[in-house]
């Protein structure tokens, strides 16, 4: 991936991010610059303690068939809300949900860029 798919994708992400905040009211981010933070800051949780959660989280999403990844994306949301001002998530359901949309609207973004 060179600099120019980059930052395309990290835009794109943070479009999804700042739909996804007017789409759903427990979820506030202040403007499309601080989108951009949280999709940055985002990726990197995603980069480092996603995978550790999810290894050490590998017995229950087994045992819930996989459906326990939602629950560390949503941890993840949490902790960015944690992390940044200028973004909030009003309870674990409004990241859950969040998340839920935010991967669609990635998806939805990415396939058609």
Same mark, same amino acid.
């Given at each position: 991936?060179? !600099?120019?798919?980059?930052?395309?994708?990290?835009?794109?992400? $943070? $479009?999804?991010?700042?739909?996804?905040?007017?789409?759903?009211? @427990? +979820?506030?981010?202040?403007?499309?610059?601080? $989108?951009?933070? +949280?999709?940055?800051? =985002?990726? +990197? &949780?995603?980069?480092?303690?996603?995978?550790?959660?999810?290894?050490?989280?590998?017995? &229950?999403?087994?045992?819930? !068939? @996989? =459906?326990?990844?939602? +629950?560390?994306?949503? #941890?993840?949301?949490?902790?960015?809300?944690?992390?940044?001002?200028?973004?909030?998530?009003?309870?674990? /359901? /409004?990241?859950?949900?969040?998340?839920?949309? =935010?991967? #669609? !609207?990635?998806?939805?973004?990415?396939?058609?860029?």
């Amino acid at each position: 991936m060179d !600099l120019t798919e980059f930052i395309i994708r990290l835009l794109l992400s $943070a $479009a999804a991010v700042f739909i996804t905040a007017k789409v759903l009211s @427990g +979820v506030k981010v202040e403007s499309y610059g601080q $989108a951009i933070i +949280v999709a940055i800051v =985002l990726g +990197v &949780i995603n980069a480092v303690v996603k995978p550790i959660l999810v290894f050490l989280t590998i017995p &229950i999403t087994i045992l819930t !068939l @996989g =459906l326990f990844l939602l +629950v560390i994306n949503a #941890l993840m949301i949490m902790l960015v809300d944690k992390i940044l001002k200028g973004f909030s998530v009003k309870s674990f /359901w /409004w990241a859950f949900f969040f998340s839920i949309i =935010l991967s #669609l !609207l990635n998806a939805i973004l990415q396939s058609i860029f």
